[in-house]
Nanobody
């Protein structure tokens, strides 16, 4: 079982940067893909990015490609989301979660994940 805790959110002006962290507990973290999702008020949870269990493969939603970078340090049981050139439409609560199945490929579907954290608020002002 893997449990995740997000941190690093905050208030930033448009064009600014933030780095989110997702710290995991559990012995199988390094064998699971990890995804970042976000949810804005009144909207459904949206896929943002995913990284494979090895860190060798990543995938992003089109709206963040070229601006966000997902990475992981399995020795520290942590996944990061570097967010650059932030836009007001990036404002949301950001969540991370781990794939239910070990050694499975990444997925864009929230139902394929478990161990959701409490989320971290990102607010981008114009």
């Amino acid at each position: 079982q893997v449990q995740l805790v997000e941190s690093g959110g905050g208030l930033v002006q448009a064009g600014g940067s933030l780095r989110l962290s997702c710290a995991a507990s559990g012995r199988t973290f390094s064998s699971r893909a990890v995804g970042w999702f976000r949810q804005a008020p009144g909207k459904e949870r949206e896929f943002v990015a995913v990284i494979s269990w090895s860190g060798g493969s990543t995938y992003y939603v089109d709206s963040v490609k070229g601006r966000f970078t997902i990475s992981r340090d399995n020795a520290k049981n942590t996944v990061y989301l570097q967010m650059n050139n932030l836009k007001p439409e990036d404002t949301a609560v950001y969540y991370c979660a781990a794939r239910l199945a070990t050694y499975a490929s990444g997925s864009q579907h929230p139902e394929d994940y478990a161990g959701w954290g409490q989320g971290t608020q990102v607010t981008v002002s114009s």
